[in-house]
Nanobody, 116 residues
Framework: QVQFVESGVGLVQPGGSLRLSCSAS????????TGWYRQDSGNERELVAH???????MYADSVKGRFTVSRDNDKNTLYLQMNNLKPEDTAVYYC??????????WGQGTKVTVSP
């Protein structure tokens, strides 16, 4: 079964940086649109950013200018570089296809905590 796997969990102070990684065996990211999502306590999962097969990216207004999606096609890995982190960025981060994200493809996510 296909499952996305996220890594890069960390605790960081406001203004700090963190890079998350996403991988999925058998899924060539270069051929699909894939996205980063996040979910904090008590809220629904939201789309943070996505990248299509051509490498074009889109970002939510809340992270524009601070987060950057990149992809290493040789390693078949998707990245999310997060800079100038804010407490409101605290959440569990996931990756999956966009716009269709099959339920069984969700991984465990990676926890990001931004706190002084």
């Amino acid at each position: 079964q296909v499952q996305f796997v996220e890594s890069g969990v960390g605790l960081v102070q406001p203004g700090g940086s963190l890079r998350l990684s996403c991988s999925a065996s058998g899924i060539p990211f270069r051929l699909y649109t894939t996205g980063w999502y996040r979910q904090d306590s008590g809220n629904e999962r939201e789309l943070v950013a996505h990248m299509n097969s051509l490498g074009a990216t889109m970002y939510a207004d809340s992270v524009k200018g601070r987060f950057t999606v990149s992809r290493d096609n040789d390693k078949n890995t998707l990245y999310l570089q997060m800079n100038n982190l804010k407490p409101e960025d605290t959440a569990v981060y996931y990756c999956n296809f966009f716009p269709k994200s099959p339920d069984l493809y969700w991984g465990q996510g990676t926890k990001v905590t931004v706190s002084p």
